[in-house]
Structures are given as C-alpha cells and as structure tokens.
C-alpha cells in the first residue's frame, strides 16, 4: 500500500546521497495499530520498514494513532519502544493524536520525541494542553495538515468531491464560503510580503513551534513550501492571523475522524 511505495520511495532517495548528506537527513515512519498488540508485532513492522527504506536505523519510529487502554497501556508501548531502541533499530520514537496524560505517562517510561498532530491555523485545539506539556516535556510537535487539506493554499474554492466532503467540517458546503472570505485576507497578506498563502500559514506554524509536514505530489510544490522558512511573520502578522484563526467555521473532523483523536482519550 502506501506506506511500502513511499518507504521505498525514501529508501532510493536516501540511498542516492553520499555519505556526508546522509547524516543531514532524518528519517521517520509509522507504525499503524492493529486490532491486537504484541512487541514481535511492532519489532516486525519495524524491520520491514528498515529493509523497504534500506537503512539501519529508523531515526523517529511514529506509532501512528493510539491504541485503546483495553488493548495495550501505554506504558507497554513505550518500554517496547525502548526495547527496539536498545537494539539499535530506532533512535526514538514518537506518538500521534495522544492526549496530554497519555503523553506523561509515554514520556516517564522512556522519552517521546516526537508528537505528530494536526496543526495549522484551521485546526488549533491542541494549543491549550498538548502544546504546553510538549514544551514542558521537550517534545517536538510535528504538525501534519499544516495547510488545512490544501484550504489554505487558496486553490479549494469548493467543497472538494472526495472523503473530505463528509469528514472534514471546515470544508463543508455549509462552512467553505465563510472560511474562504478567511483565506483571502491571508492571501492579501502574502501579496504584499511577496509569497504565498500557503507559504505564509506553513511560516505561522513554525512561528508557533511546530514543524510542519505538508504533502504533495509536485517537486515545484515542495520546492515552494520549504521557501517557507524564509518568510518573516512580524508580532502584527501573528496578530491578524491569530484573529483569522479564531473566527474559522468547523471543526478539523466530523464525530467519526474525532473518536480517533486525542479527544477520546480525555476524561477517561
């Protein structure tokens, strides 16, 4: 599936480096839970990431959504985790969609290093919990969505026909008119800094901490979002698009996409 053709795809690129770039490139991947849990589960995953890629060791292993606590603790994971450190196949590991307990409990067994979570100027509810045990932590925030599903690139005029139609309020035919009007004050800020407006929400993720992942297909695209780095956001900027944010219509998930979240861990 996807993750054998994009691990093989990360494999040729690493692969075609010399040895000095190499050491300039972290590599990361996932493993996705199963409906059980064993650690010959999770070390076999592992080592069919390590052959795919081609490499020794798995600089960031990501456990890709949480395991429910009748399944497996999450103190389990994370001694398992140290285990495949231990071993040399991964340096460190990281989490997705965990709730602020769920990662003090990960952390105190081993050290998490990373969080990938949901992160951009549309989807901001882990800025009251998550963020600030990260910060406490020394956790990196990974943030995937960085562009709201490709809404804030400004090139989603519409509802998109696809599984974001039904899963994804914000671009509801309800919402997206409304969050359009958002969009093209962002684009008038990034006319006038001579950028884009994609360019300028990846630049508010990083401004904010976080580290953003956004994906594409086309070279030109990922060429254009590294850019990103070089756009400077004043305190002003921030101030405008704090406001921007705050006045978003819908949520980053219906009831569905939620229960997967770090929501459905909490007051449990």
């Known amino acids: 599936g996807t993750y054998r053709y994009n691990e093989e795809l990360v494999g040729a690129f690493v692969k075609s480096l010399g040895e000095e770039e190499r050491k300039s490139v972290i590599v990361a991947t996932k493993f996705m839970p199963k409906k059980t849990y064993s650690f ?35 103190e389990t994971v994370a001694a398992d985790m140290k285990k495949l450190v231990d071993k040399g196949k991964i340096e460190g590991y990281g989490l997705s969609e965990a709730a602020p307990e769920t990662i003090r409990r990960a952390h105190a067994v081993h050290p998490v290093t990373a969080l990938q979570q949901e992160w951009s100027l549309f989807a901001r509810d882990l800025e009251d919990e998550i963020v600030p045990t990260c910060k406490e932590l020394g956790i990196s925030i990974v943030s995937y969505s960085p562009i709201a599903r490709g809404m804030l690139s400004g090139t989603l005029t519409e509802t998109p026909k696809d599984w974001r139609q039904h899963n994804v309020p914000y671009l509801s035919e309800e919402n997206i008119a409304a969050n359009r ?85 909490l007051n449990k």
């Not at 076999?44 to 959504?65: N, P, Q």
């Open 40 to 74: 010959e589960m999770l070390e076999k995953a592992c080592d069919v990431s390590l052959k795919r890629l081609g490499i020794e060791t798995i600089h960031i292993y990501y456990m890709h959504r949480m395991y429910s606590e009748d399944v497996v603790p999450i």
């Open 181 to 265: 009007k958002l969009i093209e004050k962002i684009e008038s800020m990034a006319k006038n800094k001579g950028c884009t407006a994609a360019q300028i929400c990846l630049a508010w993720v990083m401004k904010k901490g976080g580290i953003p992942i956004p994906g594409t297909t086309k070279k030109e695209r990922a060429s254009s979002n590294f850019a990103a780095k070089n756009v400077d956001l004043t305190k002003g900027d921030m101030e405008v698009l704090e406001v921007l944010g705050s006045q978003v219509k819908g949520l980053r998930g219906n009831d569905s996409y939620m229960s997967y979240s770090f929501h459905n861990q």
